[in-house]
């Protein structure tokens, strides 16, 4: 990133049109389009079955750009950040956005009443925004 004055270039990295002279010719460069970023936990349902164990379904969107970009696991995190339970995810979803997937059998000790979701992805871990769950025994 350019730097001037301490300052952060704002035409390097604002996402407005910005026109460049070359030659005799004026070009507009086009913004690049949105690239996926961290994945972001959107949605959690969180029910304790009759044996005590909870069954997580976990709402995911991040715009997965194929095999080398996509989120690819989430995460069901104790406050004190044991991980409780982990949800691979085996495949893009670039045509499933968001997409919702489930976790069953998790043990979650009586003490930890609230837990934190975040998923991660193949390129950034886990930059997305997390959720946090209240559970209800």
Do not use: C
Request: aromatic fraction near 8%; charged fraction near 20%.
């Amino acid at each position: 990133m350019t730097e001037v004055r301490g300052k952060r270039n704002r035409a390097a990295t604002s996402g407005m049109m910005t026109a460049v002279l070359f030659g005799a010719g004026l070009f507009f460069l086009q913004p690049l389009p949105a690239q996926a970023g961290g994945a972001d936990v959107v949605g959690v349902e969180a029910v304790q079955d009759n044996a005590g164990k909870w069954r997580f379904n976990v709402t995911v969107a991040h715009a997965d750009e194929g095999w080398d970009h996509y989120a690819n696991k989430w995460d069901i995190v104790a406050p004190d950040g044991t991980v409780l339970g982990t949800r691979v995810l085996h495949h893009p979803h670039e045509n499933e956005q968001p997409f919702t997937r489930s976790l069953g059998g998790v043990e979650i000790p009586a003490d930890i009443t609230e837990v934190t979701l975040r998923a991660n992805d193949s390129q950034h871990g886990y930059e997305g925004k997390p959720l946090a769950v209240k559970l209800e025994r």
